[in-house]
């Protein structure tokens, strides 16, 4: 159920079922954010934030039947970023994996893709070297796109990064706003390698050509 949700609102997802089997998994693939069920076996939930908080600061939202205030403080000193218990609402988490994932952007004011670098303190674009100048719409979309390469995001969503300096936007005016991106930081506008459409669902940023 939790992977439909977060497919649905854009997240590339992998579901393991046991604590072993998702620490190879965040070994391998270091995801941007970790929902982890306290209740696991081989490795329970708590073991598990213990030893990943010794090897990566990846953002962490603990689920679990227990409600005591013991249980809370003991994930939280642990390294938890999040804490959330059962029975919740699947709006309520992806509410919650959206703040721990702006806390987490906000955390890395240079973001690298590929050849493309975006500064948020100094509100910078560089692609291939050279300095790009880009429109306040332009800048929150490429930001929150670079924060999560790869990963597909829909007109909608797109749209909310891009509300904050531009109130009257529409869908539409994310098609416009990829288009001059494209201008901007790819080798060939035409042939776009880096900022892609992935059709019938929106767009996506990947590190293309080097």
């Not at 604590?19 to 941007?32: F, I, K, S």
């Not at 930001?143 to 300096?165: E, K």
């Amino acid at each position: 159920m939790l992977r439909r949700y977060l497919v649905a609102e854009g997240h590339e997802t992998a579901v393991v079922h046991d604590g072993r089997t998702a620490l190879e998994r965040v070994r391998q693939r270091a995801p941007h954010l970790l929902v982890l069920d306290v209740m696991m076996p081989g490795l329970d939930g708590l073991s598990l934030c213990r030893i990943l908080r010794r090897e990566s600061d990846v953002p962490i939202l603990m689920l679990t039947a227990r409600s005591s205030e013991n249980d809370l403080l003991t994930g939280l000193d642990l390294g938890a970023d999040d804490y959330l218990t059962k029975p919740y609402s699947p709006r309520e988490l992806l509410a919650r994996t959206r703040a721990l994932l702006r806390r987490s952007r906000g955390s890395t004011p240079v973001l690298t893709i590929g050849r493309i670098v975006v500064d948020t303190t100094r509100h910078e674009v560089s692609a291939d070297g050279r300095p790009v100048e880009c429109t306040p719409g332009e800048f929150a979309l490429l930001a929150a796109m670079a924060a999560q390469p790869d990963r597909v995001f829909t007109r909608a969503q797109l749209l909310q990064h891009t509300n904050g300096v531009e109130r009257d936007s529409i869908e539409r005016t994310i098609d416009v706003h990829v288009l001059n991106l494209r201008r901007k930081i790819e080798p060939n506008p035409r042939r776009p390698s880096r900022l892609l459409t992935v059709y019938g669902l929106g767009y996506k940023l990947t590190a293309g050509p080097g």
